[in-house]
């Protein structure tokens, strides 16, 4: 899988654990399968961004937020491809 999808797992993987929650717990809270989100923090399938926005709303707080951790990454630096 992609650098920018297994990223994305380890990150999630980090703020649920930082609350001390299980991945059931998460999969509880964002509306998702545990399965689901496992697979996520795994790296092996691509989180949709209405996925991504469940995911942010179920550990209270916004999207860029969640994405702000892979920020510095080359594929996500500020403005880099998307000529804004």
Known sequence: MNA???DFG???RRLRESRAWSQERLAEHA???RTY??????GTVIASIVTVEKIA?????SVADLLGALVG????SP???LNL
């Open 4 to 6: 920018i999808v297994q």
């Open 10 to 12: 380890v990150a999630v």
């Open 31 to 33: 509306g998702l399968n």
């Open 37 to 42: 989100v496992g697979e996520i923090e795994r």
């Open 57 to 61: 709303l179920a550990l209270d707080m």
């Open 73 to 76: 990454s080359a594929y996500l």
């Open 79 to 81: 403005r880099s491809s």
